[in-house]
């Protein structure tokens, strides 16, 4: 399944409520982006000063996770949350879709017990853009697959806002495993859409040729990246996603393309360290890099809130 295969299905959207959607990053305009970013600052802002706020107070947002997640899934809750509003919180084990319910039948159902907007996180590529033309509801993907995961890249460009300011002319290297990474996709089209340049490293199992397509620089190694990036973004290798043939081991792969504080040290002076987490310390990263003053990790899951905030008031057609 892909967004252009579900795209030409029959529609339950009108051209309003999709427009309230977020699918992806690919069709944002850097208008929007700007937009997003900013709100999301002046959500972070107002939730510091004066806690939860009552912008869509009554209202429910379903949120369904039909792949594991920890800090996404409690990210979305808690940004529901703050914005005053109900979150319905599906998880697919228990549910009837173990029964064979299909996913348009289920978000029926929770559309027809209040929920007004839907976040969705699968593990088919599409599945969000055929949710959001068939429902009649606005959706916000959540990570589909290895296609896209738009607010990721989102709280990241807010995070690298906040340290760098405008990112045009700016360098970020992506570093891993990009070819099954839906956040490196998502950045590509967002760093790139902001005027930012961005390197891509990896082995040639998981950077494969024709990554420059997406409008980066594939370069050789870490370390040419190293000596150029701004910020650097470590990714984990996706495991699940590919098959043994493709993987080096841990210790080899840390050898060539994990991020320690001796590699670190040939960097910019300022560089920044992110990662969109899970780490899997010891391979892509260090501890005492993704602990250390150059990493923003956890910067990262803090804006993560504020930007979903964001993103579900957009959904919702804004607040009071």
Do not use: W
Not at 96 to 124: M, N, P, W, Y
């Amino acid at each position: 399944m892909s967004p252009s295969s579900v795209s030409s299905r029959a529609t339950g959207s009108s051209p309003e409520v999709l427009s309230r959607s977020l699918l992806g990053i690919r069709e944002l305009p850097a208008e929007a982006i700007v937009q997003i970013l900013d709100r999301a600052v002046e959500l972070r802002e107002r939730t510091r000063a004066d806690g939860p706020l009552d912008l869509l107070r009554g209202r429910t947002v379903a949120l369904l996770f039909m792949e594991p997640s920890t800090r996404t899934r409690f990210s979305f809750e808690m940004a529901v949350r703050s914005l005053g509003a109900n979150p319905m919180v599906f998880g697919a084990a228990g549910s009837s879709t173990v029964k064979g319910e299909s996913l348009i039948d289920t978000a029926r159902t929770l559309k027809s017990v209040g929920a007004e907007a839907f976040v969705l996180r699968h593990k088919k590529v599409g599945a969000p853009h055929l949710l959001a033309r068939r429902l009649g509801a606005p959706v916000v993907n959540a990570g589909d697959g290895i296609d896209e995961h738009p607010t990721q890249a989102l709280l990241d460009a807010l995070t690298l806002r906040d340290r760098l300011g405008d990112l045009s002319g700016r360098t970020v290297a992506i570093v891993g495993d990009v070819r099954h990474s839906r956040v490196a996709r998502s950045n590509c089209f967002l760093l790139t859409r902001l005027g930012a340049r961005v390197l891509m490293a990896g082995p040639g199992t998981l950077c494969p040729p024709g990554m420059d397509a997406l409008g980066v620089e594939v370069v050789p190694s870490l370390d040419h990246a190293l000596r150029e990036a701004d910020a650097v973004m470590m990714l984990r290798i996706q495991r699940e996603r590919l098959g043994e043939a493709m993987l080096p081991s841990d210790r080899e792969y840390a050898r060539f393309f994990g991020l320690s504080s001796e590699r670190l040290a040939a960097a910019r002076p300022e560089v920044l360290v992110m990662h969109p987490a899970p780490m899997n310390r010891g391979v892509e990263i260090t501890d005492d890099v993704a602990d250390g003053d150059a990493s923003v990790v956890f910067d990262q899951v803090a804006n993560g809130v504020a930007v979903r905030m964001a993103v579900i008031e957009r959904a919702m057609g804004g607040g009071r």
